[in-house]
């Protein structure tokens, strides 16, 4: 059986994807807030397609994608348009952060 390497960029995309038993709408609607508190500025979004259109420091474009996987899990990704993975990873534990502490504050 042959092995499976991981590359660099397949470890980017693991630490830029974040995983919550929530439903779409309402990661979605966190997910907008949480890049717009963080340095990430956000240009427009597409709620059918899940996409999330964002600049860092005016010059690095962005997607934030939100994908359902069932009606009660979904996953957010940080997508760097380049395929270079150098946004600060403190800015994307952060965004992830907001996301999580904001879903559980609405449970409450």
Do not use: W
């Not at 600060?88 to 559980?104: A, C, G, H, N, Y």
């Amino acid at each position: 059986m042959p092995s499976i390497k991981k590359t660099a960029s397949d470890a980017a995309l693991a630490n830029y994807t974040a995983h919550f038993n929530k439903p779409y709408d309402k990661v979605f609607i966190i997910a907008v807030s949480a890049l717009e508190k963080s340095p990430i500025t956000v240009i427009s979004f597409d709620t059918a397609s899940g996409k999330i259109f964002c600049n860092y420091h005016e010059t690095k474009s962005i997607y934030g994608v939100v994908e359902s996987i069932s009606p009660t899990s979904t996953v957010f990704r940080i997508i760097p348009a380049d395929g270079n993975y150098d946004i600060p990873m403190t800015i994307v534990k952060s965004i992830f952060r907001d996301i999580e502490q904001e879903l559980s504050a609405k449970e409450n």
